[in-house]
């Protein structure tokens, strides 16, 4: 049935979605201004371009687009570098330690949110006797509050980091700095430092 037989056109589109999506957004605070209603409508059509890159780069380090792999990595460099800043060795390792090891608590790094978040059974037992750190029987109450955001914004952010220093992968590391060199020097004379960081 050709189900696992990549479109070319289809991710072609979708790049081109993603790219799309990033110029509109900058176009809306060009044309508009920085108003509050442009910067939301801008960040919101941001996150769905992010959203997409994460797929699209996830597909390209499965190997799954291009015929020889030597291209998916290339092109996942491009996406996960310069379309999210971020390094493709870094979720290329987490991500084969996820398949090797899936849901398994302190081996998958997916699942492996402690000391905020504990899973399986052992949350309940140490948040009712108040061991380890916070109240774990009650995490399904505050997961929303803090949970994407920390996770996302800073465990992610942080962890990528330290991977590119510690593992020495230079290429990423530009690869990243391009990223957000990019977004600084796109949105700088609109916000302002602190203005561009908040975006």
Known sequence: MKL???????FAFLL????????LAWLLIYLLGPGWVPSAL???ILAISQA????LQHDLGHASIFKKSWWNHVAQKFVMGQLKGFSAHWWNFRHFQHHA????FHKDPDVTVAPVFLLGESSVEYGKKKR????????HLYFFLIGPPLLTLVNFEVENLAY?????????LLWAASFYAR????????YGVPGVLLF
Request: net charge negative; glycine share 2%; proline share 8%.
């Open 101 to 104: 090891k899936p849901n398994i």
């Open 183 to 190: 977004f600084f020097l796109s949105y700088l004379p609109f």
């Open 42 to 44: 801008a960040a919101f």
């Open 16 to 23: 081109g979605h993603i790219l799309a999506m990033e110029v």
């Open 164 to 172: 590119m220093l510690v593992c020495m992968q230079w290429a990423d």
């Open 4 to 10: 696992f037989d990549a479109s070319p056109t289809f």
């Open 132 to 139: 380890r750190y916070l109240p774990y029987n009650q995490q």
């Open 52 to 55: 997409q890159s994460w797929c």
